[in-house]
């Protein structure tokens, strides 16, 4: 079942026992038995590093701020060091 439906998680597959075959697993039992990575086929998801270095700039550029005013409301904001450009979200 997990080499035909290799996007499946382990709670899919525990739900699709239950229902087609009456079987209660645990998803912690069908990861136990998960391979890995599947053989001969690439990763389908981006790796931590990959993600970081392809997206440096704009992670770097970014500042995030919470602001209390007098009223003690609070506002969000974001700074796009960038380009100098603040915007806010109302609370």
């Known amino acids: 079942m997990i080499v035909e439906n290799v996007t499946w998680g382990q709670e899919r597959i525990a739900?699709?026992?239950?229902?087609?075959?009456?079987?209660?697993v645990s998803p912690r039992t069908v990861r136990k038995y998960m391979p890995k990575t599947m053989p001969g086929r690439p990763r389908g998801d981006q790796r931590w590093a990959?993600?970081?270095?392809?997206?440096?700039?704009?992670?770097?550029a970014c500042d995030f701020l919470v602001a209390v005013t007098a009223a003690f409301r609070s506002d969000l904001g974001l700074i796009d060091n960038r380009g100098l450009k603040c915007s806010t979200l109302r609370n």
């Open 50 to 60: 990959i993600f970081l270095r392809n997206h440096a700039q704009a992670i770097i």
């Open 15 to 24: 739900n699709e026992l239950l229902l087609k075959l009456g079987l209660r």
